[in-house]
């Protein structure tokens, strides 16, 4: 389901939250915010990905 190759089929997404993030915030900066936006209306399925890299020692 979450796999790129569905993503192609069908009108679904995957995207990282820190591209995501960003992407939002240059393109506002940039006043290109309203055509984003319309992109992500036409997707029925977003897939947010969250990860990190760092590990917290206890």
Known sequence: MGSPASCAASRSSIS???RLF?????????????????????????ILMVWTTSSTAS
């Open 16 to 18: 990282a939250c820190p």
């Open 22 to 46: 960003a992407d939002l915030a240059q393109t506002r900066a940039e006043g290109r915010f309203a055509p984003l936006i319309a992109t992500l209306e036409r997707v029925n399925l977003l």
